[in-house]
């Protein structure tokens, strides 16, 4: 369960405009959605990647901010959200290199969007035809002495070996140069040693249709710390396909 109590004060560095966060005392990151790019829908903590726009009009990493102590209550404002229609502004005056990652990480996010709605709508589609194939083929048989006795009718469950197609994932050379270039800072990062970048750059390869290096990153995950994504990501890779994927847990 995601509990807040009270909340943290935060100074913002570029005018010294104070804020409210809430203090959260425990996380729930349970989603009814998750995707391979990491995107989850449907979460009590939504996806945030620490980008904020202050009042007086500069981009802000929250880790930049002052942190100057918590209270049960306060007057001051919450800050807003990067919008998604400012974060290639955000991308462009990115103030360094992780403010750039964040922005570029929303924006991948963002981009796929698109995409998730076809998603959605092709497999509740197919996923119907099943259902009316299946009603199709049992139909109810039960006579009216069944019907009677409170006879329930055959339950529909979904075959485990019904069909499962997605539409094709085209990006369009927006995606591919945000992808690209987020790739690149990331794959930067890894080979400066810094841990925690190779699921994502496996899955961004793979949307890139980039397969061997993305292989390559996916074999050097960890597949304990990500017993569902990796070995998810590694089949599509195997399978040479490119679509951002939905799962669930
Ligand atoms: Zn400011």
């Not at 004060?9 to 409210?20: D, K, N, S």
């Not at 929250?62 to 502004?89: F, I």
């Not at 304990?224 to 089949?235: F, G, H, Q």
Request: hydrophobic fraction near 35%; include cysteine.
């Amino acid at each position: 369960m995601t509990i807040v109590r009270g909340v943290h004060i935060l100074e913002a560095p570029c005018c010294g405009q104070r804020y409210v966060f809430p203090r959260y005392v425990s996380l729930n990151f349970s989603a009814f959605e998750y995707w391979t790019d990491g995107w989850r829908e449907g979460s009590l903590m939504p996806n945030d990647e620490g980008l904020r726009h202050c009042q007086c009009g500069r981009f802000i990493r929250v880790a930049e901010m002052l942190q100057l102590g918590s209270a049960e209550d306060s007057n001051l404002p919450s800050m807003q959200h990067v919008k998604n229609g400012l974060l290639p502004q955000c991308i462009a005056h990115a103030s360094d290199e992780k403010m750039e990652v964040a922005a570029r990480r929303s924006y991948w996010l963002h981009l796929n969007h698109a995409y998730r709605e076809i998603y959605r709508k092709h497999r509740d589609a197919e996923d119907a035809e099943t259902k009316n194939r299946w009603h199709a083929d049992h139909p109810d048989r039960r006579n009216w002495w069944d019907k009677f006795r409170r006879r329930k009718p055959l339950e529909y469950r979904k075959p485990a070996d019904s069909p499962f197609t997605y539409p094709a994932f085209e990006p369009t050379s927006e995606q591919i140069l945000n992808m690209s270039r987020l790739s690149q800072m990331l794959h930067n990062w890894d080979q400066a040693g810094h841990e925690g970048h190779k699921l994502e750059l496996a899955e961004l390869y793979r949307e890139q249709g980039r397969f061997e290096e993305a292989l390559e990153m996916i074999q050097a995950t960890n597949e304990k710390e990500n017993p569902v994504t990796a070995p998810l990501i590694k089949r599509l890779i195997n399978q040479r396909t490119t679509v951002p994927m939905r799962y669930r847990m």
